[in-house]
C-alpha cells in the first residue's frame, strides 16, 4: 500500500531548489521503499486506497548520512588520549608504537564475533540520530585474513541493523613492522586481488589511503589507486590532514569521489578538488580531539565550488565521536558552516562522497524512502543543541514501523 506523510515541513535538499529546499505545508507520498513524489499538499493527488500519516507540523530531512567512519575496531586507545593530554603530539604517539599500529594488534586479536559485539553499540548510537547509511573502512587488520574479517563484520552489521553500509578498503593506513619495504606491492598484488576473489562476497565499495608523512607518500598512494581502478573500484583519500603533501590534488587526478581531513590543503587543491567533482569531507570531530589548529580552508572550497561532506570519522584514537549531531555543532562552531551547509553536508553531499547520490540523500521521487523525522521549529536546531536529540523517528526504505501509533491516521 502507498502512504502520504503529510502535514510536514521538508527540507529536500534538492540541488534545483534554494538552500535546503523548503517546502512549508509538505507531503511525501511513498510507495514500499521508494519516493513516489514531493510536493506541497495541495499538489499531491491521492486515492482512497492510500494510507495516511499526519506527521503533526514536524520537519522532515533526507536520513542522515555518515560518510567517514572506522565504526569495526577492537578495544580503545584512552591511554594515548591521556598521553596526548600530558603533551604527547599525534606523531610522536605513533612513532612510539601507539596509533594505528595499537589498534592493529587488538583486531587481530579478536574474533568477528567479538567485533561485532563492539561494534554494533557504535552504530546504534548513531541510528538513533537518523543515521540510514554509514561508509566504514577496513585498515586495523592489513593482513588477507584480518582484513577480509573487517571487511566481512562491517558487511554483517548491515544485515544485523536496518541500514546502508558502504565498505570501502583501507589497506594503505598503517604498515606493520613486518611489511616495512613492502606494504604497498603487498597492498596491490596480495590484499586487493584476495578481497575481490573472497569466496564471491562483494566486500568493497571503495579504496582509501592515508597520505601523510607518517603514512603513506603521493607516490606510493598512486601505485594503489592504478590498482584499484585497474579493478573498477573507485577512490579516496585521507589528505592534508598534518601536512600539505598536496594529497587533494591527487585525489583529484585521480577522480577520487572524497578527500577527507583537509586542514592543510592550498587553493590548488581546492580548485583541483572541485573541478574533478571531488567531495570535501571535513572531519571536525578529528581536529577537535587531535588539538588541531590549522582549520580547513572552508573559504577556499566555497569560492571554487567544492562540494563539502561532513562525517564522524569515528575510530578509537583520534574521533572516538559518535553523533553526527554534534559533527554539524563543531563543524558550525570550529570550521564557520552555516547551517545548511552543515545540513546538506550530512546529507546531499554525503551522498555524494560515497558515490550515492542518485539514490539517497535527498527528498526525492524515484529514491530510496529513508527519512528522518524531527520534533524542531526550524532546522537551524539540528545545528545548534549540544547533547540533544531531536530525532522523532527514523525511517529506513520506507519501514514506517517506528512511527509511533499515535500519529497515524487512517486512509484519505
Not at 245 to 264: Q, V
Request: hydrophobic share 40%; with cysteine.
Amino acid at each position: 500500500m502507498k502512504t502520504l506523510l503529510t502535514n510536514a515541513r521538508l527540507m529536500t535538499l534538492q540541488a534545483d531548489q534554494p538552500d535546503l529546499g523548503i517546502i512549508e505545508n509538505g507531503a511525501i507520498l511513498l510507495d514500499g521503499d521508494r519516493i513516489l513524489q514531493v510536493a506541497s499538499r495541495d499538489e499531491i493527488s491521492v486515492s482512497s486506497e492510500v494510507q495516511t500519516i499526519d506527521c503533526e507540523g514536524r520537519w522532515i530531512s533526507p536520513g542522515l548520512i555518515d560518510c567517514h567512519t572506522h565504526l569495526v575496531h577492537a578495544g580503545n586507545r584512552a591511554r594515548e588520549f591521556e598521553m596526548r593530554l600530558n603533551g604527547a603530539t599525534y606523531e610522536e604517539i605513533a612513532r612510539a608504537g601507539g596509533g594505528i599500529v595499537s589498534s592493529v594488534s587488538q583486531v587481530r586479536s579478536a574474533s568477528e564475533d567479538d567485533l561485532i559485539a563492539q561494534s554494533l553499540p557504535r552504530l546504534d548510537t548513531l541510528l538513533a540520530e537518523g543515521v540510514t547509511t554509514v561508509e566504514i573502512k577496513s585498515g586495523y587488520g592489513l593482513t588477507v585474513e584480518d582484513e577480509i574479517k573487517m571487511l566481512r563484520v562491517a558487511r554483517k552489521m548491515g544485515i544485523e541493523r536496518d541500514v546502508s553500509v558502504n565498505t570501502t578498503f583501507l589497506g594503505a593506513h598503517a604498515t606493520p613492522a613486518e611489511y616495512k619495504g613492502k606494504n604497498v606491492d603487498f597492498i596491490c598484488d596480495v590484499v586487493l586481488p584476495a578481497l575481490q576473489k573472497a569466496h564471491g562476497e562483494e566486500l568493497i565499495d571503495a579504496v582509501d589511503g592515508f597520505c601523510e608523512g607518517i603514512a603513506f607518500s603521493p607516490e606510493e598512494m598512486r601505485v594503489v589507486f592504478n590498482s584499484a581502478l585497474e579493478l573498477g573500484l573507485p577512490v579516496k583519500l585521507h589528505a592534508d590532514q598534518l601536512s600539505d603533501l598536496s594529497g587533494a590534488a591527487l585525489a583529484a587526478e585521480f577522480g577520487a569521489l572524497s578527500a577527507d581531513h583537509l586542514e592543510y590543503t592550498s587553493d590548488a587543491g581546492a580548485a583541483a578538488m572541485a573541478k574533478a567533482g571531488t567531495v570535501a569531507v571535513l572531519l571536525p570531530g578529528a581536529f577537535y580531539f587531535i588539538r588541531e589548529t590549522r582549520k580547513p580552508p572552508v573559504d577556499l572550497f566555497r569560492k571554487h565550488g567544492t562540494k563539502i561532506a561532513l562525517a564522524t570519522d569515528n575510530n578509537p584514537g583520534t574521533s572516538p565521536l559518535t553523533s553526527l549531531l554534534l559533527t554539524m555543532n563543531m563543524a558550525a562552531t570550529l570550521f564557520g558552516m552555516t547551517v545548511n551547509e552543515c545540513i546538506a553536508g550530512i546529507t546531499r553531499e554525503a551522498a555524494r562522497a560515497l558515490g550515492r547520490l542518485p539514490d539517497i540523500g535527498t527528498l526525492e521521487a524515484g529514491k530510496r524512502a529513508d527519512l528522518a523525522i524531527w520534533s524542531i521549529n526550524e532546522p537551524a536546531e539540528l545545528v545548534y543543541r549540544i547533547g540533544f536529540n531531536p530525532l522523532h523517528a527514523r525511517v529506513f526504505a520506507g519501514d514506517l514501523s517506528s512511527l509511533s501509533p499515535s500519529s497515524t491516521g487512517g486512509r484519505s
